[in-house]
Nanobody, 127 residues
Framework: QVQLVESGGGLVQPGGSLRLSCAASGFALRYGAVGWFRQAPGKEREGASC????????YYPDSVKGRFTISRDNAKNTVYLQMNSLKPEDTAIYYC????????????????????WGQGTQVTVSS
């Protein structure tokens, strides 16, 4: 059984930083494509970053490019999302997701590709 557990969310002031973690069991993240998604109240869930398993590339939407960094620690079977220069519009529940499908380029950005999801962690950016 695959389980993904996110942690690291919280309240942070604009301009601050947070690091989210996604710890997996029942699935070796090194073999999967892993995505971070977020959902703000009243909005659709959207991609925030991802790592492909087909070509090893990462993808970031323009809204977070240059501020967010996704990384993977294979020994800990954990994926991280380092978020810097946070803005109020980054406020959302953040979810990690994984799939064994082979992904390349921007394909990991689309939530329909994923079949395993965590429960989410709240990130609030406010002064």
């Amino acid at each position: 059984q695959v389980q993904l557990v996110e942690s690291g969310g919280g309240l942070v002031q604009p301009g601050g930083s947070l690091r989210l973690s996604c710890a997996a069991s029942g699935f070796a993240l090194r073999y999967g494509a892993v995505g971070w998604f977020r959902q703000a109240p009243g909005k659709e869930r959207e991609g925030a970053s991802c790592i492909n398993n087909g070509d090893g590339t990462t993808y970031y939407p323009d809204s977070v490019k240059g501020r967010f960094t996704i990384s993977r620690d294979n020994a800990k079977n954990t994926v991280y999302l380092q978020m810097n220069s946070l803005k109020p519009e980054d406020t959302a529940i953040y979810y990690c997701a994984v799939t064994s499908k082979r992904m390349y380029g921007s394909s990991c950005h689309w939530k329909i590709q994923y079949n395993y999801w965590g429960q989410g962690t709240q990130v609030t950016v406010s002064s």
